[in-house]
């Protein structure tokens, strides 16, 4: 540590500190366009001058060092002239587009305009334009705008991976490009209109949709994947316009996943806002007592073991909660949460989480995947591997599907389980790397346990841990990567068949006579046997609801207040933003109304009150946050670790913009799904290769 004095305050800092980071230390605001705290320092820009004691002139702060004793003035003479004079030479060729800007209101360079710019300008001549350029469906640039900061720049190619946007020409001609026109392939690319500090990268599903002074904000959770993403849902009057993130260090730092970001079109489509019963075959809409009576009818007679529920991968721990407590008073246990048919073992909780949490990352040396394509299923925690990967020393292999590029380099080990066993037998050399770790992690992904040897994958891979020492009282290096948002806090409560009943796989087929599917659409209608009675519960006329006799209208993560558990077993709260729509009604209330029609009155009638039953089953739910702990008990799930088998491990995702109710109804993840997923390719290409 060492002491610095702004202003003539004195403050302490870290070795290494930037005079930039000392001031921030003492409260002082030094305005910046380029410095930003998670990427590299550019220095690109000078608005952040200061005088230090004994320079022969202002610094820039960004990336000036600071040292034992320095004495720095953030407000003087000097410094202000400086200022002012960087301003306007960045405002030189900035067009006065200020009216007509979707930045307008939240812009860096508007605030330092207003503190450090001129009332009139000197510039007579004319300004430059410059070519708008494609980067996707999701960005929109207009480049006229550009201060050549950087910014872009350093986010690809540092926490997104993909170094596809650079600079060509100097000078007053530089200008920021993907050099050969396409658009940008990374799975965080709605990031770039964060950073951006002025209007040159702006949304195009926004673009011209509101100011930020009409829009209502709510604390929210990204459920369109399992990391729990801390958002800030932005609505005016009934509609989401846009959803940006939250910072949280543990989680997701300040960034999020471009599915989670731009879906939140497909709230308004394909939505279900009144009830409907099947009669002779064809749908027709209902009263809710004429559902609920529907429902109550074809109940009647049928015995507890020939009922079923699956709850699907967007619920919260409310609606599930309440449906487990419906089908236990009717007597049935075939309820289930694992639309994919993955093996749990639920004895431990750490059987089932990722235990190094995801701020964990940062502090292993070594790491191997094992069926999971992070980059896909959850890529914040792919931007997280990624930053320890670019720090050094940290070698990272892969059992799975091979091709995918993850953003860092990794040795493909192989595709089939038995490389696990090669591992344990010491005869895959990289093993050696895990054994010489001081902090090595397993990540177990969903396409290991989504198999018929899925309890064996998982219990060879908790054997690896433990023998490369992955598992100790200070360092948990187990972990499980879901990618489903509703998965842990289904497990933590229980929502798998209890002994002797039925499963997914048994519930169809005629496995069951009435089968309840909460938001489930992802089972395969087509499974389910043509006799089953099926109601659908849910916001969007999905698969489910094609399927369904009896369809009950719910709400989404962003018409709901909900608790949700992320693949680290964090829980965590979001809040109603907006109200759904028509007649749809909150999950829990939906099931706590049908109880007392059928007879078996659920034991509460507020939130809170639904909130306390959960902590009642599990005490997890009773505390917000993640404790960290490390390994305990080094007894193993159940399974036997030999009897993993020969298949090739599969990717889970086919699609990354397609893979739920709500990305489905949306029409930009249908262009970006267009885009990436599907890309046509011209017979001209082809001819040519």
């Known amino acids: 540590m060492m002491k610095v004095t702004v202003d003539g305050i004195q403050v302490e800092i870290a070795n290494g500190s930037s005079v930039l980071q000392a001031c921030e230390a003492a409260g002082k605001e030094i305005p910046r366009f380029c410095y930003h705290e998670r990427l590299s320092i550019a220095g690109n820009c000078r608005m952040c001058l200061v005088e230090v004691e004994k320079a022969p002139k202002p610094v820039a702060s960004c990336g000036y060092p600071a040292a034992e004793g320095m004495v720095v003035r953030t407000d003087t003479e000097v410094v202000r002239r400086a200022r002012r004079a960087v301003m306007e030479f960045l405002l030189i060729n900035h067009p006065l587009d200020c009216p007509i800007c979707d930045q307008g209101g939240e812009c860096d360079l508007q605030d330092q305009a207003y503190s450090y710019g001129a009332d009139h300008s000197r510039y007579a001549e004319n300004k430059r334009a410059v070519q708008d350029k494609y980067l996707g469906p999701l960005v929109k640039t207009v480049m006229t705008r550009c201060i050549q900061c950087t910014r872009c720049i350093r986010f690809a190619s540092e926490v997104a991976g993909v170094p596809e946007l650079g600079a060509t020409s100097r000078g007053e001609n530089m200008e920021i490009t993907t050099y050969v026109e396409k658009a940008l ?10 950073i951006c500090p002025v209007g040159a990268l702006t949304s195009k599903p926004y673009a011209f949709m509101a100011r930020p002074w009409e829009l209502k904000k709510t604390d929210s959770i990204d459920v369109l994947d399992a990391v729990g993403t801390n958002i800030r849902i932005h609505a005016r009057g009934p509609e989401v316009l846009r959803m940006l993130p939250r910072t949280n260090d543990e989680v997701n730092e300040e960034w999020m996943a471009d599915k989670g970001r731009f879906s939140f079109d ?43 529920a699956i709850a699907g991968d967007l619920c919260d721990a409310e609606s599930m909660l309440a449906l487990k407590d419906l089908m236990t008073a009717l007597g049935s246990g075939n309820i289930d949460c694992r639309q994919d048919g993955a093996q749990y073992d639920l004895s431990r909780r750490e059987f089932y989480t990722f235990n190094t949490g995801i701020a964990g990352i940062e502090e292993a040396d070594a790491l191997l995947l094992i069926g999971t394509n992070p980059r896909h ?5 792919n931007a997280r591997i990624r930053k320890r990967w670019l720090a050094g020393n940290f070698p990272v292999g892969v059992i799975g599907a091979s091709g995918p590029d993850l953003t860092y380099d990794v040795q493909h080990l192989g595709d089939r389980p038995s490389v696990l066993t090669g591992l344990l037998d010491g005869g895959v050399a990289f093993v050696e790397l895990l054994k010489s770790a001081k902090r090595p992690m397993i ?37 499980m990567l879901h990618h489903a948002a509703a998965r842990v806090g289904a497990l933590d409560l229980g929502f798998v068949p209890r002994a002797g009943a039925r499963s997914v796989a048994g519930m169809m087929s005629g496995g069951v006579e009435v089968l309840w599917l909460l938001g489930a659409d992802e089972v395969g209608a087509g499974r389910i046997g043509p006799d089953t009675f099926v109601v659908y519960q849910g916001h969007h006329g999905d698969a489910g609801a094609a399927r369904a006799d009896v369809i009950l209208p719910g709400a989404t993560y962003a018409e709901k207040s909900g608790t949700y558990v992320n693949t680290e077993g964090r829980v965590q709260r979001a809040f109603q933003a907006i109200f759904p729509p028509g007649e749809a009604r909150e999950d829990w209330r939906i099931l706590r109304a049908f109880s007392e029609v059928v007879g078996h009155k659920l034991p509460y009638d507020t939130i809170e009150a639904v909130r306390a039953r959960l902590a009642e089953v599990n005490p997890v739910f009773a505390r917000q946050g993640l404790p960290r702990f490390g390994a305990v008990e080094l007894a193993g799930p159940d399974g036997d670790a030999v009897a993993v088998g020969s298949a090739a491990f599969a990717p889970v995702m086919h699609d990354y913009y397609q893979t739920n109710a709500i990305s489905r109804a949306s029409p930009t993840m249908a262009e970006c799904s267009r885009v990436y997923a599907h890309p046509v390719v011209s017979p001209t290409f082809q001819a040519a290769e």
């Open 266 to 308: 497909g709230f308004k489509r394909k939505r279900l806002d009144r009830p409907w019963v099947r009669v002779h075959g064809k749908l027709h809409p209902a009263s809710w007592q004429e559902a609920f009576v529907a429902i109550a009818r074809r109940l009647e007679g049928v015995r507890g073991e020939r009922i079923g």
């Open 377 to 381: 299923e959850a890529p914040v925690i």
């Open 185 to 194: 392939t990374s799975e965080l690319s709605g990031n770039l209109i964060d």
């Open 443 to 479: 990540v177990v992904g969903s396409g290991a346990v989504t198999r018929e040897d899925g309890s064996a994958v998982l219990a060879a891979a908790w054997k690896l841990a433990e023998a490369v020492g992955a598992l100790t009282a200070e360092w948990h290096g187990f972990n």
